[in-house]
């Protein structure tokens, strides 16, 4: 009998009919390869068989019995249907039931003989065996479902693990065998089994020792494929021509002179590396990491202005309108008296400034001209600048906030007039990053790191508030208020119903449960709790022009209670805003919540951030204790990635990373092996000229993955 073909179709294969297709590609599974890279996600252990008289409560065991008796009744009260057998074996008898599955009196006919697996609960001192898996006996066959260590799957709505094994098993069987792309020796000194011994024994293992040793592999594959990426990354860039930008030293240092306040000694360090690197002759790919509130646009702003007083024109972009609009009023403020062009472009905006301070609207094809000619030398705004109406006489220099990826694609579209060369590119970034991901997803980037704030700057007193002091918050937070001073209020979205939790949501459901969520926050403060308060409210649903009109009037004073998305995670700064509020704490990350509380604490007023939760457990309690007891961000990200993993800092979408690979983000002792075995293979092998396999999985990797 021919092998199947991986890349064959599953509505191809006979006894897979469409219902079963759609619900599998639900999934993400349309094909035979698919399904087989379709990993359990654990496994239940139903491997120890026993006789029924060895049962006792608690108990999770396979046992082989036959059927004696089996009948369906109805559970009034609770209006759900109850299947109760009766199954025996040469020790005696038991119940077993299950619920809401009357099918199953059809297949456990008495006299049956099966496999039931699951766990002996007891009811009026009675004990019997809870909705537990079972498989008709067949002495020929191996076991699926119990009687062994059985898979458990991701699974949808109607597509149940059973079925997912039932599937897989033969299939397994009978697919041709996976071609090996990792080199002999790689896989001889990581220990590691060969890819298709690695297949069967991660879906149906003899013992958890097989599983984990699979799973390893399949993770080592992906981080080093990773790794393979990031250092030809490095090489690509390497090879590129980007203007030599040779920074005045002696204008530098005036700059930094003239501004208000000293920086510190990261700051500085930071700056130096930065001026390196656009000196070189090829591009800079650097991360600049800082604490919120640290002062990495201060250091960027220089080393910008630094690089258009010397001929070049520099791209600032930011994430969101509001940020963008916040940079270009700080550079304004630092540096408007330079005599150099300083411009915003975003929408339906266009600004200009040609020194002493001085600023005034323009139309946006008014500023395109400006750009196009060389009298702008910075440029604000969004990844708008990307668009091909934009055009640049010599960009030389691109700024982006909190985006860690920049192409030299994307490089290359923003250069213009100037061919064979690319811009040096600056990443900047308040979210602090794991050193394993720094190793791995990040691991093509040179980083500087700002990890102290500004002298002068006061500790923002954070406080966990149980429910029954909540309304003693309201009351501390309206007196501040009542002061001058002002509020963030942070709602986390709604969590869906279970319905909604059937299928993956889209992006434009989720936005809708967070702006409802926001609503209800906003009508509960500004008619119950602050009726004679102004509340304003700040949702992704809004237009920009209706963003911009808040954030005027909350950064003016005339809101005093901002009710918001996540959207001020990033960049909003108003130094009067002495409260950061967050509902439902617990749903957020600890990152994330760093990041909102420094959105204040940046004026002369003692700060304060309350985190609210509900839940009540102890666990989440002692994990936002630690947003109080962590002494950086950089630590509080190393806890966060033990705890919620790296789709935290990556987001599970953008990553596009296989999720065996995403959880074993934070394993270093895995990291570090990844890395010095690609290291090693380009060694002995530049180019994978040796490894054909390894060199089409690499290009199939990298077209793939968007670690944006």
């Not at 005036?254 to 930065?274: H, R, Y």
Request: glycine fraction near 8%; aromatic fraction near 6%.
């Amino acid at each position: 009998m021919p092998r199947i073909p991986l890349d064959t179709p599953l509505g191809e294969l006979h006894g897979v009919g469409p219902r079963f297709v759609s619900k599998l590609k639900k999934l993400g599974i349309t094909t035979v390869r698919d399904l087989l890279w379709h990993f359990p996600s654990r496994y239940e252990d139903w491997s120890s068989v026993a006789k029924i008289a060895e049962l006792k409560p608690g108990d999770s065991r396979t046992i082989r019995a036959r059927v004696e008796k089996i009948n369906v009744k109805k559970a009034w009260r609770r209006r759900m249907l109850i299947v109760e057998a009766v199954i025996a074996d040469d020790s005696g008898s038991i119940k077993a039931i299950w619920f809401n599955q009357p099918y199953i009196k059809n297949i456990l006919k008495p006299e049956t003989v099966a496999n039931f697996a699951g766990k002996v609960a007891v009811r009026d001192g009675k004990p019997y065996l809870s909705n537990p898996a079972y498989e008709l006996a067949d002495a020929l066959q191996e076991t699926k479902h119990t009687g062994r260590l059985v898979p458990i799957y991701p699974e949808t709505k109607g597509l149940t693990s059973k079925g997912l094994r039932f599937l897989t098993l033969p299939i397994l069987e009978n697919a041709e065998p996976a071609e090996e792309f990792l080199p002999e020796e790689t896989l001889k000194v990581n220990r590691l089994p060969e890819i298709n011994q690695a297949l069967k024994s991660i879906h149906f293992p003899t013992k958890l020792s097989e599983a984990e040793s699979a799973r390893r592999r399949f993770a080592f594959e992906d981080l080093f494929l990773l790794q393979l990426n990031n250092i030809n990354l490095r090489s690509t860039l390497l090879k590129q021509k980007a203007p030599q930008i040779k920074v005045n030293g002696g204008r530098l240092k005036e700059l930094i002179k003239g501004l208000p306040f000293e920086l510190t000694a990261s700051q500085n360090k930071a700056l130096d590396e930065i001026t390196s690197d656009l000196s070189a002759r090829h591009p800079m790919n650097r991360l600049l990491q800082g604490d919120v509130g640290s002062g990495k646009t201060i250091v960027a702003g220089l080393a910008a202005v630094c690089a258009s007083e010397e001929d070049y024109q520099v791209a600032l972009m930011a994430p969101t309108e509001i940020l963008a609009r916040q940079h270009y009023r700080t550079l304004l403020k630092f540096f408007g008296d330079s005599g150099i062009g300083i411009g915003l472009l975003i929408s339906k905006e266009a600004r200009a400034s040609y020194g002493e301070g001085l600023e005034s609207a323009f139309s946006k094809p008014e500023v395109l001209k400006e750009l196009a000619a060389n009298r702008l030398k910075i440029i604000v705004g969004t990844h708008a600048l990307i668009q091909s109406s934009v055009k640049f006489a010599d960009l030389g220099f691109i700024i982006v906030d909190e985006q860690h990826r920049f192409g030299v694609a994307q490089r290359a579209a923003l250069t213009g007039a100037r061919p064979g060369a690319i811009p040096h590119f600056l990443s900047m970034s308040a979210t602090p990053i794991p050193r394993t991901l720094m190793m791995t997803v990040f691991g093509d980037l040179d980083v500087s790191l700002i990890p102290e704030l500004p002298k002068g700057r006061k500790e923002i007193i954070t406080k966990i508030v149980a429910p029954e002091n909540r309304n003693k918050a309201y009351g501390f937070i309206k007196g501040q208020i009542q002061r001058g001073r002002q509020a963030f209020v942070i709602c986390p979205r709604i969590e869906p119903s279970e319905a909604e939790n059937e299928y993956l949501l889209t992006k434009e459901e989720e936005k809708n449960l967070e702006i409802k969520s926001v609503k209800e926050e906003f009508d509960k403060l500004s008619k119950r709790i602050f009726p004679d308060l102004a509340v304003g409210m700040l949702h992704g649903k809004m237009t920009a022009k209706e963003k911009e009109e808040v954030m005027k009037k909350f950064s003016a004073g005339e809101i005093g209670v901002l009710v918001s998305t996540s959207v001020v995670e990033v960049g909003v700064d108003v130094p009067n805003a002495t409260i950061m509020m967050i509902e439902g704490a617990d749903r957020f990350g600890l990152s994330q919540l760093y990041q909102f509380r420094g959105r204040v604490g940046r004026g002369e007023h003692q700060s304060f951030c309350f985190l609210f939760s509900e839940s009540g457990s102890r666990s989440g309690y002692l994990r936002l204790n630690s947003l109080l007891t962590a002494k950086n961000g950089f630590e509080l990200a190393e806890e966060d990635l033990k705890l919620r993993g790296p789709g935290e800092f990556l987001g599970q979408e953008q990553a596009g990373m296989p999720d065996v690979a995403m959880r074993s983000l934070n394993n270093l002792e895995l990291v570090k092996a990844t890395r010095e075995a690609a290291e090693e293979v380009l060694r002995s092998s530049p180019g994978l000229r040796e490894y054909p396999r390894l060199r089409e999985k690499l290009r199939e990797f990298s077209s793939d993955i968007h670690l944006e």
